[in-house]
């Protein structure tokens, strides 16, 4: 893995925070930049297989806050790819997700409702580390039953 200097670091951090992103979802949406819906959707996924890896990787750690992000992004991701896929639309906001998670709950099913109210228990659990590791291996199974779901969508 390539390093950055840390001012940098720091520059793509405070930005990614100003939209109210991780930074994995910010640096997905700068390198994504530019592509076609479809090829942007495919792109959101991979980094969305990435995350899951990456919160397995860090669950074996035991590093459950870390874990807890990677799910959350992973999420995120994936509703933004089923955003891009099915209609071109590109989300920017916290609001925007929680608005267009029910678009996805319309049409892969209301199981979607369950992945996303694990997810956003995560995405506090980074914060606030309150989730137990159960928690975190069922949010993460959760995750990633969406992430192959919007995969099959996408990669038809």
């Not at 891009?84 to 997700?97: K, M």
């Not at 992945?115 to 949010?139: C, I, L, Q, T």
Request: aromatic share 10%.
């Amino acid at each position: 893995m390539t390093s950055i200097p840390h001012v940098i670091f720091e520059e793509l951090r405070r930005r990614a925070e100003e939209k109210g992103l991780s930074l994995d979802e910010f640096l997905a949406e700068v390198s994504t930049q530019g592509l076609d819906p479809t090829e942007r959707a495919g792109k959101y996924i991979d980094a969305a297989l990435e995350l899951i890896a990456q919160a397995k990787e860090e669950l074996r750690k035991d590093d459950l806050r870390q874990a807890s992000e990677k799910i959350w992004g992973a999420c995120a991701l994936a509703i933004k790819a089923y955003a891009f896929w099915r209609d071109g639309e590109f989300i920017t906001s916290h609001g925007e997700l929680w608005r267009y998670k029910n678009k996805v709950i319309e049409e892969l099913g209301e199981w979607v409702r369950d992945v996303w109210m694990y997810a956003n228990a995560m995405h506090v659990n980074f914060y606030e580390g309150v989730a137990d590791r159960s928690d975190v291996e069922k949010a993460l199974e959760l995750v990633s039953k969406l992430v192959e779901a919007v995969r099959g969508k996408v990669r038809r």
